[in-house]
Nanobody, 124 residues
Framework: VQLQASGGGLVQAGDSLRLSCTAS????????MAWFRQLPGKDREFVAS????????YYADSVKGRFTISRDNAKNTVYLQMSSLRPEDTAVYYC??????????????????WGQGTLVTVSS
């Protein structure tokens, strides 16, 4: 399984941005896809996750109400719509997938496959 993330960029505070992550290599019928973010020297931080089959979502408190995770099963793609962006949202964003469980875990160790990361920079 390969995950390809895209959509990062430089925006101003208050702007919106949409990240995409497309999976290839196999067809999915279950599992979970998630977004994490990371700053240099910091631990990878959970942002949002979605159960692939049922579309159930879960968010970190820091992004709840501002970010929306969604998926397109036919395209094997997960999205992260980010609104009302803040400078503290600046990070490299990674998509991730776990195959064999539907648990919406927030721990990076729960995910097997990772995309390459896309940089989001929010200026004040």
């Amino acid at each position: 399984v390969q995950l390809q993330a895209s959509g990062g960029g430089l925006v101003q505070a208050g702007d919106s941005l949409r990240l995409s992550c497309t999976a290839s290599g196999r067809t999915f019928s279950g599992g979970v896809m998630a977004w994490f973010r990371q700053l240099p020297g910091k631990d990878r931080e959970f942002v949002a996750s979605i159960r692939w089959s049922a579309g159930i979502t879960y968010y970190a408190d820091s992004v709840k109400g501002r970010f929306t995770i969604s998926r397109d099963n036919a395209k094997n793609t997960v999205y992260l719509q980010m609104s009302s962006l803040r400078p503290e949202d600046t990070a490299v964003y990674y998509c991730a997938r776990r195959h064999y469980s539907d648990s919406l875990t927030t721990s990076p160790s729960g995910y097997t496959y990772w995309g390459q990361g896309t940089l989001v920079t929010v200026s004040s």
